[in-house]
């Protein structure tokens, strides 16, 4: 059974940094391209970052660029967010997401791309 469990979340205060981590179990985590989506309250799932079973990463340049980073282990079967110059924008529930891929160099933005999801890490940044 694949499971994805999120850790690292918490309360921060403005311009600090966390960092995320998402470990699967039940999967070859290897063969996997993970992703990092968020959802605050009245707001639809947000993507935020991606990255293919190469190591290559995209992130949602818009609302996280130069801030988050997204990596992965695969010796600890663990995907990682880096957020750092946290903003209070950046309050939200934050979702690992993985599927399987065959094509090594590929990650996905959409959420429809992924078939397993954890069950969400809070992040409050406060002002």
């Known amino acids: 059974q694949v499971q994805l469990a999120e850790s690292g979340g918490g309360l921060v205060q403005v311009g600090g940094s966390l960092r995320l981590s998402c470990t699967a179990s039940?999967?070859?985590?290897?063969?996997?391209?993970m992703g990092w989506f968020r959802q605050a309250p009245g707001i639809e799932r947000e993507f935020v970052a991606a990255?293919?079973?190469?190591?290559?990463?995209?992130t949602n340049t818009d609302s996280v660029k130069g801030r988050f980073t997204m990596f992965r282990d695969n010796a600890k079967n663990t995907a990682y967010l880096q957020m750092n110059s946290l903003k209070p924008e950046d309050t939200a529930v934050y979702y690992c997401?993985?599927?399987?891929?065959?094509?090594?160099?590929?990650?996905?933005?959409?959420?429809?791309?992924?078939?397993?999801w954890g069950q969400g890490t809070q992040v409050t940044v406060s002002s």
């Open positions: 039940g999967v070859t985590f290897s063969t996997y391209a």
């Open positions: 997401a993985g599927v399987y891929s065959s094509a090594y160099y590929s990650s996905y933005r959409s959420e429809k791309e992924y078939d397993h």
């Open positions: 990255v293919s079973r190469a190591g290559t990463t995209t």
